[in-house]
Every structure is written in C-alpha cells, then in structure tokens.
Nanobody, 124 residues
Framework: QVQLVESGGGSVQAGDSLRLSCAASGRTLGFASMGWFRQAPGKEREFVSG????????IYGNSVKGRFTTSRDNAKNTVYLQMSALKYEDTGVYYCARSTQVSITTEEGDYDYWGQGTQVTVSS
C-alpha cells in the first residue's frame, strides 16, 4: 500500500514559478516510475511528466516541455515538479502517481496509486 500526498500548489500570476512535491508513505517508491498528470476544468486528464525509477530519465508533455522539470529523491521517498514560466493554460489539479513499471509510461492505466491532487491556478 502506497499513499501519495501532493503539496505546493497555489494561485500565482502568469510567468511565476511553483514547486510541487509528492511525498510517499506506506512503502518506499522502490523501482516504480512516477508521473505527474493534470486536469483542467472541462478537459481530460493530461500527462505532464514522467521519471523512471532511478531518476535517470524524464519525459514531458509537449505543452510543458522546456518549462517544467521533474526529479525524485528516493532516499526521501519524494518526487518533485518544478514549474516555471507558468501560463494560464497550466491551471488545473495536479496529481502525482506511481506506475507499475520501472520505465516511464504516459498511460493512465499503467498507474496504480494516485495522490489526492493539488490545485494550481495561474492568472493571466
């Protein structure tokens, strides 16, 4: 059993930065890759970023590429999402999730544990 808790969301102006954290408890993240997803009002959940089990590889959705950076600290059982140059279009609820694989996956169905989400609101 793994519990994931996101934190760091808030309301900011366009161009600002936020750092989201995802703390895991219950079990260590171990060899699982991790992902960040977001869901804006009226839209489907969207893949934001993924990081492999070791933190050696990352991938990003096209809409955030070059602006967001994900990392992990397995000793702290924590995953991070550094968001820069935020846009109004980045507004949404951000979720971290644990996958069933060691490599990165963009498919929601490959993730078995999800956090409760943290709200990010960007004003233009």
């Amino acid at each position: 059993q793994v519990q994931l808790v996101e934190s760091g969301g808030g309301s900011v102006q366009a161009g600002d930065s936020l750092r989201l954290s995802c703390a895991a408890s219950g079990r260590t993240l171990g060899f699982a890759s991790m992902g960040w997803f977001r869901q804006a009002p009226g839209k489907e959940r969207e893949f934001v970023s993924g990081i492999d089990w070791r933190g050696a590889a990352t991938i990003y959705g096209n809409s955030v590429k070059g602006r967001f950076t994900t990392s992990r600290d397995n000793a702290k059982n924590t995953v991070y999402l550094q968001m820069s140059a935020l846009k109004y279009e980045d507004t949404g609820v951000y979720y971290c999730a644990r996958s069933t694989q060691v490599s990165i996956t963009t498919e929601e169905g490959d993730y078995d544990y999800w956090g409760q989400g943290t709200q990010v609101t960007v004003s233009s």
